[in-house]
Structure formats: C-alpha cells, structure tokens
C-alpha cells in the first residue's frame, strides 16, 4: 500500500509467508487500522507481517493490532513488556515488535518491589527513545517494571516524548 489514508486490513488469512508492505511515496499514512489477522508462514525466516518501505514522517490514527502470527514475527503499534531484576535501572526494548521506529507516543508503567523494601523507593520513567523506555529508582531493589506503549496518535496530536 502506497501512503495509505483511510484503509481498513481486518479479518484476514494471509499464509505461506504472505504480509503487508506499507510504502512511503509523500511521507504520509493516517487512518490505517490492520486488525485481528492470522498470518501463517512457512518458518524459514520469520518474516514480520508488516513491514515499512521508505520512511514516514507524517503518521496519525493508524492501528495495527490485534493480529495473529504463526511462524511469523509480530509487528504492532502497541506492546505490552515486564521486565525484573535487582538493580536501579530497567529496560523495556519493544524495538522487535513495534512498527516505526523510534516513536513511542503514549506510555504507562508500574512497579512492584518484591519483599518489603526497607525504606521508601523512588522510582520514574528517565528515558523514552528507540522504541525503549527506562525506568530507574534511587534504590537497589528487587522489582518487577511492567511497560505498556502505544504508538497511535490522533490528527495534529503533538508527542511530548
């Protein structure tokens, strides 16, 4: 699809390696929704079910999510990740699974210390970039960051990330 406006890719069977190719001519793709497909591939080179073809710079209401993959690789505009450790610093990479690069624009996360800290734990969002977002803490604990990223944005929606 060259610069997609307004296309809607839903219910869909795609087999034998078969995915979506979304090709930027002017820069621009808006109101593209790619929902609830089952994608099944042959297994050889886990080829993702969209893939990008030129560089975007104008992107607004496009949803892709929802889908299926069998001997594929998922690509999304959402992404669900938890990470745990001891430490102070946690890193989400949701690079693998979402479509564009470097553009995260709406976050939320939680943090949970196992046991019982023994003092009062500080902890934030430090960096949200390259499709990963870091959260660190003042103290070392053991924590379980659960990450949730979004990379929908509504027409002339600034991103403040």
Do not use: C
């Not at 890719?9 to 793709?29: C, E, H, M, P, R």
């Amino acid at each position: 699809m060259e610069d997609p406006i307004q296309v809607q890719v839903t219910n869909g069977l795609f087999i034998g390696d078969a995915y979506i190719v979304l090709q930027s001519i002017n820069g621009k793709i808006s109101g593209l929704n790619i929902v609830d497909n089952m994608f099944k591939g042959e297994g050889r080179n886990l080829n993702p079910i969209v893939e990008l073809d030129g560089n975007f710079t104008r992107i607004d209401q496009v949803v892709i999510e929802r889908n299926n993959v069998r001997r594929m690789s998922l690509k999304s505009t959402v992404g669900k990740l938890t990470v745990a450790g001891n430490g102070t610093k946690w890193v989400a990479d949701f690079s693998s699974v979402l479509i564009f690069p470097d553009k995260i624009s709406n976050f939320q996360y939680s943090f949970y210390v196992r046991g019982v800290p023994t003092e009062n734990v500080v902890h934030a969002v430090t960096d949200v970039s390259k499709n990963m977002v870091v959260v660190e803490s003042n103290k070392v604990v053991n924590a379980v960051v659960s990450v949730e990223v979004d990379q929908s944005s509504m027409v002339e929606e600034i991103n403040h990330l």
